[in-house]
């Protein structure tokens, strides 16, 4: 397995470096480790795209818990869009809110498409992906440890209308499930890396190729410059995570910026 950094950052550019791959996810570099209890990383008055959005990260869990590690609130639920993973239901859940207030998810928790084999286990480090494209909400759960690999896709399509809206994005936490008016309350126990918002409806290809970046894999890397933030969060140190795109830096909260970032991999 290989690892490569990043080589072109800059919006518009492309990356160049390629690499043979590996099975298991490598990720990039560091990560944030979040305590379940009140950790998060915020980044306040985020504006998000507008028509046509994907979001993507991976996290891993590092205990059972009823916890939700990545979504924005806009302190009127009218978008929204986070997963989490249920110790009754074993399933992830990936939600998209639009501007109705209305929202459609996607629950990976059917024969054959669980994510999680028990609970007992180490588990492994998971991708998420989510697309809206104006007709057709898309969602994508990945993973692979090694020894087995699983990836789910699932697509509803609806008749909704999304417009940028303004509020907070949260890494490692969101407010209780399905109230939809936010919060911090459901804190995850276990890291979370390489947070994206897309400007666009990626398509299967585009989601496979960022998965596969997760393990060293770059060379089909082209769609850069739709990204609208991303937080690789490969700092070491410190209670800022940098957005690359648009300077939406998120800032850790009730974290220690000495100890909280930890190698992903
Ligand atoms: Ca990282
Ligand atoms: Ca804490």
């Not at 099975?23 to 915020?42: E, P, Y």
């Not at 205990?63 to 990545?70: A, I, K, M, Q, R």
Request: aromatic share 12%; hydrophobic share 30%.
């Amino acid at each position: 397995m290989s690892y490569l950094p990043f080589l072109a950052r800059n919006r518009g550019g492309s990356f160049a470096a390629t690499s043979s791959g590996g099975a298991v996810a490598s990720l990039f570099g560091n990560c944030l480790q979040f305590d379940g209890t009140n950790d998060h990383a915020l980044r306040e008055d985020f504006v998000s795209p507008a028509t046509n959005i994907s979001w993507s990260f991976w996290f891993q869990q590092l205990e059972h818990s009823d916890d939700y590690p990545f979504g924005q609130d806009d302190n009127f639920a009218v978008q929204f869009y986070k997963v989490g993973a249920s110790e009754t239901h074993q399933r992830v859940v990936v939600r998209q809110w639009f501007n109705d207030g209305s929202y459609n998810q996607h629950y990976y928790n059917a024969t054959g498409e669980r994510v999680y084999s028990t609970w007992d286990e180490d588990q492994p480090w998971v991708f998420v992906c989510s697309t809206w494209d104006g007709s057709d909400h898309v969602s994508y759960v990945k993973w692979n440890d090694g020894t087995t690999e699983q990836a789910h896709t699932k697509t509803s399509s609806i008749s909704k209308t999304l417009d940028a809206v303004t509020g907070d994005i949260i890494v490692g936490a969101t407010g209780s499930w399905g109230t939809g008016t936010g919060g911090t309350s459901k804190g995850i126990n276990g890291k979370v890396d390489d947070v994206r918002i897309y400007d666009v409806a990626l398509s299967s290809s585009n989601v496979t190729s960022i998965y596969n970046e997760g393990s060293g894999d770059f060379s089909s890397v082209t769609r850069e410059s739709d990204l609208h933030a991303w937080w690789k969060l490969d700092e070491s140190s410190g209670t800022t995570a940098s957005d690359e795109i648009n300077d939406m830096d998120l800032t850790l909260t009730n974290m220690d910026g000495d100890t909280d970032w930890v190698a992903s991999k």
